[in-house]
């Protein structure tokens, strides 16, 4: 899998901030840029996160200059004492620190912009660079980035605040002429196992072609990377390996599984309710945070109490006291009634036992049962989740979206049949 | 904040790992292990990820190990092939991996009753440990972990998943007698620049504490950390920064604001529902996120189209049709009908513009109305929130929780009083 990695330019990535070495806070950034330069065909070899304090983050560059091609530094650029990047990166390359007017000049407007007089010493510290350095200019926020040429390769750094980070590193890859070339597969379903099994066939010991297998809860992606047989080669063997993991298959563009029910839906011109009890209003969350849910996505019911369940969806008082909450009959209830008063063309329900507490031998902490209602009728499944509140909650969540995109993908075969 | 660090021992981590360094997975390994030791006492000076390749390994774990008392590696310890920790850790000390039998002992039974024959060379893998190691027994899973004392401090081999990885880490934590010291504070609705002032204030140069201000959407926490002062004065310390934060600090003891709304409401004998636009269930997959939340929530609607908003809240056309889905009148009918609907003491109706489209001059994104229907009426609140779709969404959703926080210390007051 990463025996490619030496054959590419070696790349480190820097996180700076007490907050991130201390775990109070989980890093995002450096996978960002890990991602950004892996796609722009360098190898990362080493993500770190480092602390504010100069002679540490100072000693750390001095390590990993040498061996590596590019170094970028997110973090530590802003204003304050704590930003101590600056100062680290020119003790490490053994260069001095001089004022750039122009930039001071820009920061000196921005100053009077929002008159705080008293911070203008300290915001105008961002206004020093390292000698021969190559600015890249804050498209906002006000601390620019460097680019720094030495004789092992390139040290760039860049702000901390993803929003100002973004644009300069773009900015400095396309200036470098990085090419991409990595294609990524999401299966919704199959064993981790299983889709290894199903990618190691098509790839048959192929070379120049790179892969790695992530799995998350219910989820699993295929990542192939050109290593060497050019792009054309990579699309023909991804599009075998699509047609291999077949519909467990539901991403070949990078969207997630709630992106691709939106779509799915939308092109299909069908409508999508929801009626949750164990997720607690995930599936309707994971929906709407897809821009663009508004076109199909009708509304939910988030029914914990059983007498809500009663009168937010109609479910019988009697099904309720025969069958229990989590009972296929109630499932069943709940996604007819969702599917009626929200007027949708598909309604999914469920209903299970997150835990800690509410288990019992005969329905254990992880049963849940899935109802989809849909115009050809509604069909009811049961699963018995692993994992704590969180991962039943995560894995529930999971399956209902794949429920959904089922129905839709039946309903849509059903349509263009001969009927 | 930091000048206390180099007093203390310091500590590296490490996580292994090409889907980490290659940005695919986000690691959270690192930060909890860091969180452990500096809670322990250490200092972490670097947490960092490698690729699943021994020679990168053993040079950065060379790098490490002179410079730092303790260095301690999640991952890797597995049986595949891309499991290299063990050879990297060794090349790294010179020493030389050697065959415990007592190991390949229980690997052997558990290879028997998996009956997964041809795995079995592999699965033995585990039972090569460096020589000299101290081996932490798994509790569950099968690879064991190893603590290494060499000429510059210690180095712990630590498997990846969390759940094989953390007991051995607290049981090593404990054998090693490291001892605890740090608050935290969180608050709600205050800029960080006032808490940072608050702190100050208090703290006043006092010596021996150290603290770590971070903010999040809406949230801003505070960590102080006992750094020579004692953990009697740390206390004291706390209880005033409590008392300067005021009714924003919501939590003491680590609690998130989820969970601080679900203890009041517990507490209060209230329940809550929730009627949600914009954040599409966010605040009821966060209410329900946390264990126990059945006691007092009883449910939400997801009201995404207006019809809906009419058929399950009660809301009047007239209203919608008047004053918009983004109003005042909208937010308090929303309230009140999912008040009564959900027979609930306490019910938040959220409904704005999350965005990418949907914006106007006169309502722009980020636009957001709240209601909160409670026993003493209903009361509106209008906020402008920044941020892209997710920003608006996640700030949405801590004012939604918030204002339910509110709402019920009120009513505790109003209760308590003398009527």
Same mark, same amino acid.
Request: proline share 9%; glycine share 24%; net charge negative.
């Given at each position: 899998v990463s025996a490619d990695a030496r054959s590419r330019r070696s790349a480190a990535v820097i996180v700076v901030g007490t907050e991130l070495t201390t775990g109070l806070r989980i890093d995002t950034n450096g996978p960002e840029v890990a991602r950004a330069l892996e796609h722009a065909g360098f190898s990362v070899d080493v993500t770190a996160a480092l602390p504010d304090e100069v002679l540490v983050l100072a000693r750390f560059l001095g390590d990993v200059l040498p061996s590596h091609k590019l170094v970028v530094v997110t973090g530590?650029?802003?204003?304050?004492?704590?930003?101590i990047t600056r100062e680290a990166a020119a003790h490490a390359l053994g260069r001095p620190l001089v004022h750039d007017p122009a930039i001071a000049e820009t920061l000196g407007a921005a100053i009077a912009r929002h008159a705080e007089a008293e911070a203008a010493p300290r915001v105008l510290r961002q206004a020093d660079v390292i000698e021969g350095a190559a600015v890249l200019a804050p498209?906002?926020?006000?601390a620019p980035g460097q680019v720094l040429e030495h004789a092992d390769g390139t040290l760039v750094l860049l702000p901390g605040p993803p929003a100002e980070m973004r644009p300069m590193l773009s900015a400095f890859l396309e200036h470098a002429g990085a090419s991409a070339a990595t294609r990524i597969l999401r299966t919704v379903g199959l064993p981790e196992s299983d889709v290894q099994l199903r990618v190691d066939r098509v790839l048959d010991g192929a070379a120049g072609i790179g892969f790695t297998v992530l799995a998350s809860p219910g989820l699993t992606d295929v990542v192939l990377r050109d290593v060497g047989a050019g792009e054309m080669v990579l699309s023909d063997i991804a599009e075998k390996v699509a047609v291999a993991l %077949? #519909?467990?298959?539901?991403?070949?563009?990078?969207?997630?599984l709630a992106e691709a029910v939106i779509a799915l839906a939308a092109a299909s011109g069908l409508s999508i309710a929801t009626a949750e009890s164990c997720t607690g209003g995930g599936v309707a969350a994971a929906l709407t945070d897809v821009p663009g849910a508004s076109a199909v996505f009708r509304g939910g019911a988030v029914t914990y109490a059983d007498d809500v369940k009663t009168a937010l969806l109609g479910v019988e008082p009697d099904v309720l006291a025969s069958h229990g909450a989590v009972s296929a009959e109630t499932a069943t209830s709940m996604a007819t009634g969702a599917r009626e008063r929200f007027a949708a063309d598909i309604a999914i329900a469920v209903t299970g036992i997150a835990g800690p507490?509410? %288990? #019992?031998?005969?329905?254990?902490?992880?049963t849940v049962w899935f109802a989809v209602a849909a115009p050809g009728g509604v069909t009811t499944l049961l699963r018995t989740l692993s994992g704590d509140r969180n991962g039943v909650r995560t894995r529930a969540t999971v399956m209902a979206l794949e429920l959904i995109r089922q129905a839709i993908a039946s309903r849509a075969r059903h349509e263009s049949g001969a009927d």
């Open positions: 530590g650029l802003g204003p304050t004492h704590d930003d498209t906002i926020g006000t %077949g #519909s467990a298959c539901y991403s070949a563009d990078g969207s997630t507490s509410g %288990g #019992s031998p005969s329905k254990p902490v992880g």
